[in-house]
């Protein structure tokens, strides 16, 4: 299971999973926390002989009926390569592993690229299901935070009815507060138990600490951590200016996109920014980047943008929020819900000031995502209000908008 620091791996396998379903037979390991296990997994790939070792650690038979959750898995990736034993000898037997998969990932890669043959790390290719955990999308964060407004929503969008003006205020509301929140589950958790957003914006800034804090654990050299740290830092300040694509200028004077490379392949790996490549001017399918050097960058959670930000939390529950909050708010949020459904970010842009925010391949399909603040609109008569999101009809394999 892959996942960004936070966002409730654990929880969900643990505290949800195994506890309903295998309530008082499952062993939960924490490759953090137990040493020993650690360095006994680190010496073997053997599914029987790990079975044998946490049995008699646990003083458990571990059976068909058994839970075994591996956590903190980045802390002992020779654990993933016995996964592979794991199923050819042992299948009856399920195991879930969960952890921030970073390092993990580039070990495979380097692995692709022909890393030399001393290096044992064995990804199991075909041998496991991966799932990627996200930061709570808006669907779940209302679903949590008022279960009626959600099904009230849920049950005109199935219909295809528009929402009652004070029931579209009503959502409006959690809208505001959700790009203020965010989806990391702890935040939501306190804004939900609490009613305190301070208290969850608190959370949020310890939560952006920790993630800075945690590049010095993945990062090759300290050159590495120091831009990848500057350039997590900078994701609203190459956001919040007119052309919004990257612009490693803006960040370190006189360097260049490689120079940043190695962070942002980093950054987008452990799923901390989403990254969106600009599409030819000649769109056509399956949908190509233009050049690599034209791309765009968000945070993976909306709440740490905006606290990135530094714009008053009034803001978000202000009347005049509208007027205060530009549309990269609105693109940030948007690139997360798509991320989340597992989609691929592309944009268009065209002479002067036409674009498209959101370009998205799904089921030989391609749709259209503008997204614009009302404050933009004032300027661009083709805007649309905030946050209102428009999803297009199909449209052909080969479409043109050199027309603008």
Request: contains cysteine.
């Amino acid at each position: 299971m892959w996942g960004a620091r936070q966002v409730g791996k654990t929880y969900l396998v643990k505290d949800i999973f195994a506890e309903n379903y295998y309530k008082d037979n499952y062993i939960y390991i924490d490759f953090k926390k137990e040493d020993d296990v650690r360095e006994f997994c680190e010496k073997t790939a053997n599914a029987e002989k790990i079975i044998e070792y946490l049995s008699l650690l646990k003083g458990k038979q571990i059976t068909e009926n058994t839970l075994l959750i591996f956590d903190e898995v980045q802390e002992c990736p020779n654990i993933i390569s016995s996964l592979k034993y794991f199923c050819q000898d042992f299948r009856e037997i399920p195991v879930i592993a969960t952890g921030s998969m970073v390092r993990i990932k580039l070990q495979r890669e380097t692995k692709k690229r022909g890393a030399k043959e001393n290096n044992k790390f064995l990804f199991p290719v075909g041998k496991i299901n991966q799932i990627t955990i996200y930061p709570m999308t808006f669907d779940e964060f209302l679903m949590n935070s008022n279960k009626m407004l959600y099904n009230a929503i849920k049950k005109a969008y199935e219909a295809k009815t528009p929402l009652d003006t004070k029931i579209h205020e009503l959502a409006m509301e959690q809208i505001y507060k959700y790009l203020l929140v965010g989806g990391m589950p702890e935040a939501v958790d306190t804004y939900i138990d609490d009613d305190n957003l301070f208290e969850a914006r608190e959370i949020l800034k310890v939560l952006y600490d920790n993630y800075l804090a945690d590049m010095e654990l993945y990062q090759a050299s300290q050159e590495a951590v120091l831009r990848s740290r500057v350039l997590f830092q900078n994701i609203y300040k190459e956001l919040n200016k007119e052309s919004k694509n990257f612009s490693p200028g803006l960040i370190e004077e006189k360097s260049k996109t490689r120079d940043f490379a190695t962070s942002i392949q980093w950054l987008t790996m452990a799923h901390v920014v989403n990254q969106s490549f600009q599409l030819k001017e000649h769109i056509t399918m399956p949908l190509m980047p233009d050049n690599e050097s034209n791309f765009r960058l968000f945070l993976g959670n909306i709440g740490m943008f905006s606290h990135q930000s530094g714009i008053n939390a009034a803001s978000f529950i202000s009347s005049e929020r509208e007027n205060i909050l530009s549309g990269i708010f609105f693109e940030n949020f948007v690139a997360s819900e798509l991320v989340a459904k597992d989609l691929k970010l592309f944009y268009w842009r065209g002479k002067v000031s036409a674009e498209l925010e959101f370009i998205i391949e799904s089921d030989n399909t391609v749709l259209l995502y503008p997204v614009c603040s009302k404050r933009s609109r004032k300027r661009n008569d083709g805007g649309i209000s905030s946050p209102d999101i428009r999803e297009s009809a199909s449209i052909s394999e080969k479409t043109d908008f050199r027309h603008e």
